[in-house]
T-cell receptor, first 115, second 113 residues
Framework: EAQVTQNPRYLITVTGKKLTVTCSQN?????MSWYRQDPGLGLRQIYY???????DKGDVPEGYKVSRKEKRNFPLILESPSPNQTSLYFC??????????????FGPGTRLTVL | DQQVKQNSPSLSVQEGRISILNCDYT??????FLWYKKYPAEGPTFLIS?????DKNEDGRFTVFLNKSAKHLSLHIVPSQPGDSAVYFC????????????FGTGTRLKVLA
């Protein structure tokens, strides 16, 4: 089954404790992206990757890191999480090309709480 | 600065009637516009898209209209069904960065049986 998987689905942590949220897709997609969803703010793009070893900042990259060493994986790293990073996170992937004819598939989400 | 705005946080419609969800944008450099649907505890799913060179795109019960001069797009669902109850996000992608997506804040649609 074609899918985007994220782990963990739920995480409660404390301020300053480094964490990684993993994302994997089995559709051989070139493009992958991370978003956060917050009440009243919708979805905001954190980072995206056009292919292996090629990443770029979205609208809200502060406090996050990413890496794309393999095509299928795109982990999101929070080196020193803070309470304002409490959010619902989504990973997504799609084939290369324009957004018009290349559907973006989303993972099920990771709910992160930073105390 | 919110470049993509959905000014109605919620909308209720009777089953069988038309649902109209609206979206406004400020950046004239957006080339692609998309609508996503999101159910609770799931990721968003793609619904329909339109290019800036078109003013209408239709897919079954879903039609997206684009008014470039007004920087406005709308999603029409006809007829509305209870299963359409979800949060709908519009999104835009610019010419200069087709891997960038700017999303609106979402509209919660409730279709009443």
């Amino acid at each position: 089954e074609a899918q985007v998987t994220q782990n963990p689905r739920y995480l409660i942590t404390v301020t300053g404790k480094k964490l990684t949220v993993t994302c994997s897709q089995n559709m051989n997609h070139e493009y992958m992206s991370w978003y956060r969803q917050d009440p009243g703010l919708g979805l905001r793009q954190i980072y995206y990757s056009m292919n292996v070893e090629v990443t770029d900042k979205g609208d809200v990259p502060e406090g996050y890191k990413v890496s794309r060493k393999e095509k299928r994986n795109f982990p999101l790293i929070l080196e020193s999480p803070s309470p304002n990073q409490t959010s619902l996170y989504f990973c997504a992937s799609r084939p290369a090309g324009t957004p018009l004819n290349n559907e973006q598939f989303f993972g099920p989400g990771t709910r992160l709480t930073v105390l | 600065d919110q470049q993509v705005k959905q000014n109605s946080p919620s909308l209720s419609v009777q089953e069988g009637r038309i649902s109209i969800l609206n979206c406004d944008y400020t950046n004239s450099m957006f080339d692609y516009f998309l609508w996503y649907k999101k159910y609770p505890a799931e990721g968003p799913t793609f619904l329909i898209s339109i290019s800036s060179i078109k003013d209408k795109n239709e897919d079954g019960r879903f039609t997206v209209f684009l008014n470039k001069s007004a920087k406005h797009l709308s999603l029409h669902i006809v007829p509305s069904q209870p299963g359409d109850s979800a949060v709908y996000f519009c999104a835009a992608s610019p010419t200069s960065g087709t891997y960038k997506y700017i999303f609106g804040t979402g509209t919660r649609l409730k279709v009443l049986a």
